[in-house]
């Protein structure tokens, strides 16, 4: 069993088809009649735009318009003038077209690979695409034609450019394995445009499968089983019968509002720990980021990233989102999140010590360059700070002074940010949820992390198999706080939204719509499935489901209740 990145969902069993690099070898040869060899070499891009126009017109009907985009794009690129007046001035100096052009290709390549932004990399993979198609075009090698691959076949190659996967026939492919390619890859976008799973980042995917042998490809979590046993087949075949049962009907999901039986809208947004997250998050037809956790961007790195290098990621992150909601949450570190680049001190009790807000009250330096580096991002989008772990009154003003002294700071030095940027905190500690009125008066939303709540109410650790029973969200301690918390948010008028892992607990849905709640916040595969239950519950259906449930005394008892009526 293989693993790789999980790019586009769904179970695929077919037979492996190699596409392999052709070797585009030329002699560099010297030329005399430049002029001959400028007109041979404008002819093949000439070719190569009409072939192009063809496959954008192909992609228009099997992916969409989004993707035929990317090769649109590879026109624009490769008439770029200058370009075409490089490869002239290298042609007119003796070099023979094939030599001029892929120097000028590969000197582009490195540009592009230089950037600092992630985004701005993945589009070298294009100009490695059109310099392969020229080059084939200049060579006279003939394409790969992925078109004619019979039914059932799964792709493995080594990347898989737009203009290869251009003339694909979806009712034949059954999968894609490739060695490179992110989840913002055009192989993944692909993927995921023409619902093909598919799993990326397969390291030497194409000397590891044999051309012709079986294989299953598990989109969903990066599977990927090489020559697979007739149980397996069996096994896999039963999952993609019930994912695309699942899957047909939570697409009459997709592209609608978040709206309940009865009309009422709610925001449905997703949890991401990193900018590229927001491509599975939009997949997944998220409304928005209800909670961004930073830690992530300070984890698996040897350094403390600084204010550039976080200002960036925000910046990335509010401009994908085009102008969709983003709540930043500052640092939350400590208890179970190691991050070895920050040297955290040993403690006693981390849970209990220095972590999340109270880390960065005490380290103003790195709390600055966040948030410095997140007001600085709001003048690109629809950004809001959150607060974790808040306990007290406080905690929270401290925390709005630091936004506020920044504010006047980029202010004086004349740089944009957004001046009703909205703070808000989560509601994770017993403490805040107590106090919720109170702290409902300090700021502008709450969001309330049922993960931290229900393991601080309940006073255990669910990684600890010995008191895990005691952590459930059903506790009726747990649900009171969550209950009190959205009642003292609506009586001050403000937005109170839920992003703990119960966010998603089609359980806990007509619990949290009776109490009020307005928005969700969940792990972007549940955004669809979320949707659909939300849209099965009145507001009246659920408030007779929550006044039993709030009348019942145990844990048990209600989960009980609570499987009896749930049909979602
Ligand atoms: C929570 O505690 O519910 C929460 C969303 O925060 P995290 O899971 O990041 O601690
Ligand atoms: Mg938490």
């Known amino acids: 069993m293989l693993k790789g990145l999980a790019a586009s969902e769904g179970i695929g069993i077919g037979t492996v088809m190699i596409i392999e690099d052709r070797i585009l070898d030329y ?25 192009a126009e063809k496959k954008v017109e192909a992609l228009k009907i099997t992916a969409g318009k989004k993707e035929a985009d990317i090769i649109k794009g590879h026109i624009v690129m490769i008439r770029d003038p200058y370009l075409i007046s490089e490869t002239e001035k290298h042609i ?33 993979a294009d100009i490695r695409d059109i310099k392969f198609r020229i080059m084939s075009l200049l060579l006279g090698v003939k394409e790969i034609r992925i078109s004619e691959a019979p039914k059932g076949t799964v792709l493995v190659a080594k990347e898989l450019t737009p203009s290869m996967t251009a003339g694909i026939v979806k009712e034949n492919i059954e999968g894609i394995i490739t060695e490179t390619g992110g989840l913002a890859s055009h192989s993944a976008i692909l993927a995921r445009a023409l619902e093909i799973p598919a799993v990326l980042n397969v390291p ?48 009459k999901f997709r592209g609608k509002r978040t709206v309940s039986a009865d009309g009422k809208n709610f925001d449905l947004f997703c949890n991401i720990g990193k900018p590229d997250d927001i ?3 939009l997949y997944y037809d998220g409304e928005g980021i209800g ?66 807000i109270r880390h960065s009250l005490k380290n103003r330096e790195l709390f600055k360059s966040q948030l410095r580096a997140i007001l600085r991002a709001s003048a690109f989008g629809n950004i809001k700070i959150m607060f974790p772990l808040i306990t007290c009154t406080e905690e929270i003003e401290e925390g709005k002074a630091v936004v506020e002294e920044l504010k006047a700071e980029l202010r004086d030095r004349k740089i944009d940010f957004d001046e009703d940027i909205k703070i808000g905190i989560m509601i994770e500690t017993p403490s805040a949820a107590v106090a919720a009125d109170i702290l409902a008066k300090k700021v502008d939303f709450f969001s309330i992390g049922t993960n931290d709540l229900t393991g601080y109410t309940m ?88 006044k039993q449930v709030m009348q019942l005394s145990t844990e048990s008892e209600i989960r009980e209740y609570l499987s009896s009526v749930i049909s979602c």
């Open 92 to 124: 007119s100096n003796g070099e023979c077209a094939e030599e001029a052009f892929a120097n000028i290709c590969d000197m582009f390549e490195s540009i592009i690979l230089s950037s600092k932004d992630e985004l701005t990399r993945l589009r070298a």
């Open 27 to 51: 002699t560099p040869k010297t030329v005399t009649d430049t002029k001959a060899e400028i007109k041979r070499f404008n002819d093949t891009v000439d070719t190569f735009c009409e072939i």
């Open 459 to 546: 006073c255990c650790d669910r990684e600890n198999s010995d008191v895990s029973y005691l952590y459930s969200v059903f506790q009726p301690s747990v649900l009171r706080l969550i209950e009190r918390t959205i009642r003292y948010a609506k009586d001050n008028n403000i937005p109170v939204g839920i992003c703990g892992e119960a966010a998603a607990d089609p359980m806990m849905i007509p619990l949290l719509i009776s109490f009020g709640i307005t928005e969700f916040s969940v792990s972007a595969p549940f955004v669809l499935k979320a949707r659909r239950c939300i849209s099965t519950w009145t507001k009246k259906k659920a408030d007779a489901v929550a």
């Open 291 to 356: 909670l961004f956790r930073t830690e992530y961007l300070f984890m698996d790195v040897d350094s403390v990233p600084n204010e550039e290098e976080q200002f960036e990621a925000y910046k990335q992150a509010a401009v994908m989102l085009n102008g969709k909601p983003l709540t930043i949450r500052t640092l939350d570190i400590g208890g179970d999140k190691e991050v070895p680049c920050l040297k955290l001190k040993k403690e006693i009790n981390p849970f209990m010590g220095l972590r999340a």
């Open 279 to 281: 491509f599975r998050a």
């Open 204 to 251: 030497n995917a194409v000397g590891t499968f044999k051309h012709g042998s079986p294989v299953i490809v598990d989109g969903k979590d990066g599977t990927i089983i090489n020559c697979p046993d007739n149980k397996q087949i069996e096994r896999y075949t039963k999952k993609k019968i019930d994912f695309l049962k699942v899957h047909k009907e939570l697409e």
